[in-house]
């Protein structure tokens, strides 16, 4: 046992998985066997991360598939550099505001073809291996190709998890989706049983797909890879995917497909404590956890006491503030000028923390003015609105050689969207989270990104590249991930206590999925949470909601020590929650 303060008593479950070869957490325990398998191989982490993912896409289909996205923080140890890739999917050329219009439609629908973009998670990888991987493809994708045609195991969290499995679709799916019941329910409309037999031949087809376009090219893996994405992108597989969405009246084509590109780009950061912390630009939610870190700067968060009411309020505070900038200013900076400069500025912070009232809980949504360098913007110039989801999966590896690789996939859920017969997978959905608003930042566009939880951290230490980490959880991502990282670094904790101590999640600000619900000064909070604690948040004007004792996390992480220790964790909340198997693997 061991005390943080303010009777926040904590006890692991686990042991942080330790070794000098390489490490890596993610979401099932094949994939995370598949990062292990390519590291055996002499794969270095982006290898391993590579085929985790593709494996992923298979096994957690409620989570992500193929159809689906993968942000990335990469740290290149040959190159001493950060990159983040955009991986996140791009509105078709003919989904214009107009077009949606003329559906009747004031908010993007949750599911259907007509809010499918480009499946963006494919490119990302293989653009992603070409410059850092290091083993030939037919190596990274043997794993998934392997579970893809002789099954595997269907786990609880496929049948049972709440909004995103079989059960709680499983009547849609038979009246309506009846490829997606074929796959995932046997012959009389049930869901396959937990632990049953999965195939999924056309997944592996698809695969071997992309091999075979690999082998043509004999030894020179960059361009095997190049053409493995023509096939995936530009050949019979993208026919497919436009033939399925334009039978379903979708706007997704050919052309949309060949032309989509992963973008690689400068990470943004900002210094705390003894460490940097990089995430995605304002296409993602990412330079919320910054934007966070900057408020929470000002304060004397140890003498506070963790988990105390008095740090739980302060952080709550700061949340709400970065959150409210989040809607009224992000989006994908090629279509919108996104100030982030100012909104990551320690000046800024300065102006916005004022607003924070140790004894008071705010019940307002108040974007600041960063232009002017006001703390708040002019009520008039607010956008407001009319829930989220857990639909994703992390990724995080690291390797020997000081490479870190930080991923998380996401979309494609069999929720959204039907099953391709002949692919094995859906398409996406998450145009749903843009606005139909033109004056709105995430209004749809042709060619636009639409802004997305998916939220990849990587952090250095005392000028080192020390840890990579994610979660799935939509809007609670960065909520999650930074109070695993302030555990850390705040607190001390080593990373199975920073991943296992009770968490708390404001649902203050509004949702990014439809229907971009908000529920005002709602904090929900771990029944963990002493409940002193939790009357002394009442007593502040929180709307306390107590939830389960683990519910509130599945954060993934990996880190490399001074001294070339590799340590990796995964959240026992993935097994109580029974959603899925999170794993944390190294050697």
Not at 364 to 383: I, K, N, S, T, W
Request: charge should be negative; include cysteine.
């Amino acid at each position: 046992m061991r005390d943080f303060g303010s009777g926040s008593v904590q006890k692991t479950h686990l042991h942080p998985v330790q070794g000098f070869g390489g490490a890596v957490a993610t979401e099932h325990y094949l994939s995370a066997e598949a990062a292990v398998e390519i590291f055996r191989k002499g794969g270095n982490a982006f290898d391993a991360a590579a085929a985790a993912t593709f494996v992923e896409g298979l096994v957690n289909p409620h989570m992500f598939t193929l159809g689906g996205e993968c942000p990335m923080l990469l740290y290149s140890a040959a190159q001493d550099r950060v990159f983040s890739v955009n991986g996140n999917t791009q509105a078709p050329k003919r989904a214009t505001l107009e077009a949606y219009r003329q559906r009747g439609l004031d908010l993007l629908p949750p599911k259907g073809a007509e809010v499918a973009g480009t499946p963006a998670a494919v490119a990302a990888l293989l653009d992603m291996l070409a410059p850092f991987g290091s083993l030939p493809l037919s190596e990274i994708l043997q794993p998934a190709r392997r579970l893809a045609f002789d099954g595997f195991p269907v786990h609880r969290g496929l049948v049972h998890m709440p909004k995103f499995g079989i059960r709680e679709n499983a009547r849609f799916f038979a009246e309506r989706w009846t490829e997606t019941a074929r796959l995932y329910m046997t012959a009389d409309h049930q869901p396959l049983p937990v632990g049953s037999r999965l195939v999924n031949t056309a997944y592996g087809q698809v695969l071997d797909a992309l091999l075979d376009a690999a082998a043509g090219h004999g030894e020179d893996r960059v361009r095997g890879i190049r053409a493995a994405r023509d096939a995936f992108y530009r050949g019979d597989i993208a026919r497919e995917m436009e033939r399925f969405v334009q039978e379903r009246d979708g706007f997704l084509t050919m052309a949309d497909l060949a032309g989509y590109e992963t973008l690689f780009e400068e990470p943004v950061f900002v210094d705390f404590r003894n460490t940097r912390v990089f995430k995605c630009g304002p296409w993602s939610q990412g330079p919320v956890f910054l934007q966070m870190l900057r408020l929470l700067d000002g304060f004397d968060l140890p003498s506070m006491g963790h988990n105390s009411a008095d740090y739980l309020h302060t952080w709550t505070e700061a949340a709400k503030l970065a959150f409210a900038d989040r809607e009224q200013y992000y989006a994908d900076p090629r279509f919108v000028d996104v100030p982030l400069g100012t909104l990551l500025s320690a000046a800024y912070a300065e102006t916005r923390r004022a607003l924070i009232d140790p004894r008071r809980a705010d019940t307002h949504h108040r974007p600041g003015d960063p232009v002017a360098g006001r703390p708040l913007l002019d009520p008039e110039r607010v956008f407001v609105w009319k829930s989220w989801g857990y639909g994703t999966v992390h990724v995080a590896a690291a390797d020997a050689e000081g490479n870190l690789a930080a991923l998380t996939p996401s979309g494609g859920w069999i929720c959204g969207n039907e099953v391709v017969p002949s692919l094995g997978f859906p398409l996406g959905t998450r145009l749903q989270t843009f606005y139909l608003d033109p004056a709105h930042p995430n209004a749809a566009a042709p060619g636009k990104r639409p802004r997305t939880t998916l939220t990849p951290s990587l952090a250095f230490r005392d000028g080192r590249p020390w840890m990579a980490f994610g979660t799935m959880g939509g809007d609670q991502q960065d909520q999650w991930t930074i109070q695993f990282f302030l555990n850390r670094v705040v607190f001390g904790m080593d990373m199975q206590e920073a991943l296992e101590a009770p968490k708390v999640c404001s649902d203050h600000f509004p949702g990014t999925f439809h229907p971009h619900e908000a529920q005002p000064g709602v904090l929900r909070v771990e029944s963990r949470i002493p409940e002193a604690v939790r009357d002394e948040l009442l007593a502040r004007g929180h709307k306390v909601v107590v939830t389960e004792p683990w519910i509130l996390g599945f954060v993934c992480a990996v880190a490399r020590e001074d001294d070339g220790l590799l340590e990796a964790g995964a959240d026992p909340r993935g097994h109580r929650a029974a959603v899925f198997p999170s794993c944390a693997l190294a050697l």
